[in-house]
């Protein structure tokens, strides 16, 4: 099932934009907005319950598309405008720079403007408190003119009260018993104060002074007592806090609005109507007063702030959560705190301008010390890039300009001279392969230079190989057919190795069959020869005189008649061959004389050898037996039980085998030096 709707999911996909979605993020992206679009059609079409649970997970899907988008949007974002290390750096040094100013700049936003609410609060606060303090002075003269001549009148008492505040309500207590207004009155009047109790509250002590809610109101009280007489005298007065008073509050701060968030329960146990009242709560309008003043500027914001106000419950004396809210200004603020030094505070607002304006100009300064630095590092990138793409093109001979002695002028001299090195590098592998393919063009010439074998002369079978160590060697090997039936057998080794060994191997080669088909035209016969020994001294002096002192060679040359069945030989400074008899004897052909070409008018002797049916002929250079193995040479007596082992095998063979097995003695080495080898056996 879910392969299925896979398929199905990849075939829309293909259909919609002609092309298989790339990667988990395109696929997922896609499903997102398939179900959001479903969900949707879902939530339109079928009944409410259903429908609106289909709308929630098409919101759900609607932010997962979201984020998938958002996620799309950061990697165009990446790719495209953050591609350049330039840009990258702008956008890291402005990170750094506007992040920390960013952070500060909102934290003391944040201080300043609770610093402004804070403030503002305790204006007005101080002016509630300010105010209570002038009724509690009130109450202690209230109380005096008591002592002195009785209850003053209301008109009394309205004088009295100060002109900022409302009409004074007034209630003596004597030894804690009510003193009423007017003789002769038992009960209250109907519009007595509410604080004119049969009894002072227990809560109520001498010099409380605060707010107090009684009545659905708001009032600022204060309490004088004293002993006048053997009686406790105390007298309770209270003023009305209404909207003239807090618009007084106001005056010169901002808006003002108290709110008194509380139930007011009037209780007595022994009344079920006053328990119903008791259970009643009364809803109080707020407070408010003052006129918010216009911006001065742009950063003038509003600032809102509240604090808790103090109120005590008249029935209960228990705390009432009134909440006093203020809204003011900044500069208003401002102007309130150095109303008494208006100098100073000019003179603090031009110090703080002023030292906005030097840490403006220090971030302008080092953001603009960011870019140079972050440009010299992008612009030796973006000439390394470029470097980079014209090298790719194939021109080595562009530089990189060197504009400064840093590290970054110290890395474009080093790719200039990396590009130069690469470019001789370039020159000297041209050159290499140039000469690569004259060496394989060498090696193929020296190669038709050997005979081909096997070759087969009537009663005498002749092989030879040779390996060389490098492209082209210095290892010689030849078989000269003359007479009809005889055969000259050559084998040399030139000192040193690679071109100009393969280049004496090949005057050898030349100089070998030349003296050999000239001894047989000055004869005028054929079938004459010249013998092994004089033609060693005449390549022996050949060599000196054509070649420079320390080049000469090692020659072994052999004659065989298959008719007397004798090999006639004359070996100059070659490692002897061997000839291994078919009765299991052994004999080294060592009869000649010194190397060839390093001495001149030397004479090189002859000698003879009888071969008998099987005996078998080897000669080989010294590349076959001095490799080493843990500092032992493969050595004459390897090579020797090698042969013999295979002696019974073709000539090929043997020679195969032997090449194989010094092959596995030298292992993963190099291969030290050319190996030459020639086999002949009588039939």
């Known amino acids: ?157 309205a004088q009295q009260s100060p002109a900022d505040l409302g009409p004074l309500e007034v209630s003596v207590w004597n030894d804690d018993k009510l003193v009423p207004r007017q ?238 090195s690469l470019r001789e590098l370039l020159k000297e592998q041209r050159e290499k392969d140039r000469m690569q393919n004259e060496l394989k063009i060498a090696q193929e010439v020296q190669n038709n230079l050997f005979p081909h074998t096997p070759i087969r002369i009537p009663g005498l079978d002749l092989f030879g190989i040779c390996e060389s160590a490098r492209t082209i060697g210095g290892d010689y090997y030849d078989f000269i057919p003359f007479g009809g039936s005889q055969v000259y057998i050559a084998l040399g080794d030139i000192s040193g190795k690679g071109i100009s060994a393969a280049l004496l191997m090949a005057s050898l080669h030349s100089a070998v069959r030349a003296y050999r088909s000239g001894a047989a035209a000055s004869n005028g016969d054929a079938t004459a020869g010249i013998s092994p020994g004089r033609l060693l001294a005449l390549l022996n002096h050949h060599l000196y005189t054509s070649t420079q002192p320390s080049k000469y060679a090692t020659l072994f040359l052999a004659s065989f008649d298959p008719a007397t069945r004798r090999l006639t030989y004359a070996n100059g400074g070659h490692l002897p061959p061997l000839v291994l008899c078919a009765n299991g004897e052994m004999q080294r052909l060592e009869c000649g004389g010194s190397v060839v070409g390093l001495l001149d008018g030397l004479k090189y002797q002859e000698a003879t050898v009888q071969l008998s049916p099987g005996d078998l002929l080897v000669a080989y250079s010294d590349g076959l037996t001095e490799p080493e193995k843990d500092q032992v040479d493969f050595g004459e007596a390897g090579l020797i039980d090698v042969i013999r082992r295979n002696q019974i095998l073709g000539l090929s063979d043997i020679g195969f085998q032997t090449l194989r097995a010094v092959r596995a003695w030298i292992g993963d080495e190099e291969q030290p030096d050319d190996m030459t080898l020639v086999l002949a056996r009588l039939s």
């Open 1 to 157: 099932m879910f392969r299925t709707l896979r398929r199905v999911e990849r075939v829309l996909f293909e259909q919609m934009f002609h092309r298989p979605p790339a990667g988990r993020l395109g696929a997922r992206t896609f499903r997102f907005f398939l179900l959001t679009a479903v969900f949707a059609l879902l939530a339109g079409a079928l009944p409410r319950g259903i429908g609106s649970l289909c709308r929630v997970f098409a919101w759900i899907c609607f932010t997962g598309l979201a984020v998938c988008m958002m996620a799309y949007v950061f990697r165009w974002v990446f790719s495209r405008i953050l591609w350049t290390v330039r840009s990258r750096l702008i956008v890291t040094c402005l990170l750094m720079g506007l992040a920390p100013i960013i952070l500060f700049g909102t934290l003391a936003s944040i201080a300043a403007y609770i610093f402004c609410g804070q403030f503002a609060t305790s204006i007005a606060l101080e002016g509630i408190h300010d105010s209570v303090d002038q009724i509690q002075e009130r109450s202690a003269a209230v109380l005096a003119s008591v002592i002195q001549g009785g209850f003053p009148a209301r008109s009394g008492l």
């Open 183 to 420: 003789a002769g009155k038992a009960a209250l009047a109907a519009d007595a104060s509410p604080f004119e109790t049969a009894t002072r509250p227990a809560w109520l002590h001498s010099g409380f002074a605060g707010v107090v809610a009684a009545s659905g109101k708001l009032f600022l009280c204060g309490d004088s007592a004293r002993q006048a007489s053997g009686h406790g005298l105390e007298v309770l007065a209270c003023s009305p806090f209404r909207d003239q008073e807090v618009a007084t509050l106001a005056e010169g701060l901002g808006t003002l609005r108290i709110m008194p968030n509380f139930d007011l329960r009037v209780s007595n146990n022994s009344d079920d109507d006053d328990d119903a009242a008791a259970k009643k709560t009364q809803d109080y309008e707020w407070l408010r007063a003052g006129t918010l003043a216009a911006p001065v500027n742009l950063f003038d914001v509003r600032v809102f702030f509240s604090a808790p106000v103090a109120t005590t419950d008249w029935v209960t004396g228990g705390s009432v959560p009134d909440r006093l809210l203020v809204t003011s200004r900044p500069s208003v603020l401002y102007r309130r705190l150095f109303e008494s030094s208006v100098e100073t505070g000019r003179y603090m607002n031009i110090a703080l301008i002023a030292i906005s304006i030097l840490f403006g100009a220090l971030e302008l300064l080092a953001c603009a010390i960011a870019i140079v630095v972050s440009r010299t590092v992008t612009r030796s990138i973006a000439d390394l890039y470029d470097a980079t793409r014209m090298i790719d093109r194939g021109d080595l001979e562009h530089r990189i300009p060197v504009r400064r002695k840093d590290q970054l002028g110290a890395l474009a001299a080093s790719f200039n001279s990396m590009t130069a």
